[in-house]
């Protein structure tokens, strides 16, 4: 378990990620994303998580660069959208410039697709890019444990990481036993309910027992069970705090309490049949 905000868990290939970072999704590129790498890295953040879809990495660059932190120091991850499964090379190459580095510390496919010669494809572009040391550790997102088996047959290694919807309305329980059983270190997405914390009463009650709000007793029960955390937030105060769950420790029967509140939602879309094309997946959604 991770003691503190710069504590690194070895993944696969002999990468240490630290096991709790910044997550950017629907934070606005530009002076937004920039000022929330900043508050960041300022409060000793060292794993920024970011996107192509989520077109600010340019703006993680320049604060990374303005920042003074050492790049060395620094976890930086970003994923390949599935629409750009046939350009991965160009589009990999597009991230390195737009985030000022000369390597990605963590590179995911972003959705599996419905493609799988796509997929393939763009994953033997990303192991020649590991190869070339461009990439330090390959990984996956939003993989379920039977895109992952076949990753495995298909190509003869599991990703590092499957970054995954998971909090404590969806805990993916099977999913995170096979990836424990195959060395596959998972990370949460959407691990504060997505933008919906308010709407579950019990963290902040559970919170409230330890002095701790609501978001803490949340990420406080990701970590202590061994689950990488990105919250995203674009304002200082709670970035700070977000990281401030180091100094308590959530009972075995608050624990089990959490554990109980399995199942009530989910935000993600099906990863069988999202192919990348967003607006179509939304419209259906709403359907
Ligand atoms: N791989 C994928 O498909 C995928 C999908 C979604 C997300 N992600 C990654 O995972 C990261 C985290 O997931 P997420 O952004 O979906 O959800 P999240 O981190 O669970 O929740 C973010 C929401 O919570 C709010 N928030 C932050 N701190 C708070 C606090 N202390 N109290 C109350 N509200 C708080 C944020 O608002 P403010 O910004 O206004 O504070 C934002 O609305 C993303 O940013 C992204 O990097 C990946």
Redesign the pocket.
């Known amino acids: 378990m991770i003691r503190n905000l710069q504590d690194r868990i070895h993944i696969a290939g002999g990468v240490e990620m630290p096991g709790f970072g910044l ?5 606005k590129a530009g002076e937004e994303v920039y000022r929330a790498v900043r508050f960041a890295l300022d409060a000793g953040y060292k794993h920024i ?3 192509t879809f ?1 077109k600010n990495e340019a703006d993680v660059g320049r604060a990374i660069k303005d920042s003074g932190v050492p790049r060395e120091e620094l976890f930086v991850a970003t ?1 390949l959208w599935p629409t750009d499964f046939p350009n991965a090379r160009e589009t990999f190459e597009k991230s390195l410039v737009a985030l000022g580095t000369e390597y990605i510390d963590l590179y ?1 496919l ?2 599996p697709g419905t493609d799988e010669v796509l997929r393939y494809r763009a994953w033997d572009t990303i192991l020649g890019l590991r190869e070339k040391g461009l990439i330090h550790a390959t990984g996956v ?2 993989f379920i444990a039977d895109q992952l088996a076949d990753m495995k047959k298909q190509t003869g290694e599991f990703p590092a990481n499957d ?3 998971l ?1 404590p309305w969806f805990q993916q329980r099977e999913l995170r036993s096979f990836c424990k059983k195959n060395g596959i270190s998972v990370t949460a ?7 919906h ?2 709407e579950e009463p019990l963290m902040e009650e559970i919170g409230g027992h330890y002095g701790k ?4 007793a949340t990420l406080r029960w990701h970590i202590q069970n061994e689950i990488v955390v ?6 200082q105060e ?1 970035i700070i ?2 990281a401030d769950v180091f100094n308590f420790e959530l009972s075995a029967e608050d624990m089990e309490r959490i554990d109980a509140l399995d199942g009530k939602q989910r935000f ?1 879309w099906d990863s069988t049949k999202f192919d990348g094309d967003a607006e179509k997946a939304r419209k259906n959604a709403n359907k």
């Not at 997550?23 to 934070?27: C, H, I, R, S």
């Not at 997405?189 to 933008?195: D, E, S, T």
């Not at 709000?213 to 803490?216: F, I, P, R, S």
């Open positions: 997550g950017l999704y629907k934070a998580d970011t996107a989520y994923k995911m972003h959705w997102s939003n970054q995954v919807e909090h997405w959407g691990p504060i309910f997505h933008g914390l308010s709000t609501a978001a803490q990105i919250p995203k937030s674009v304002h709670r705090s977000n993600s």
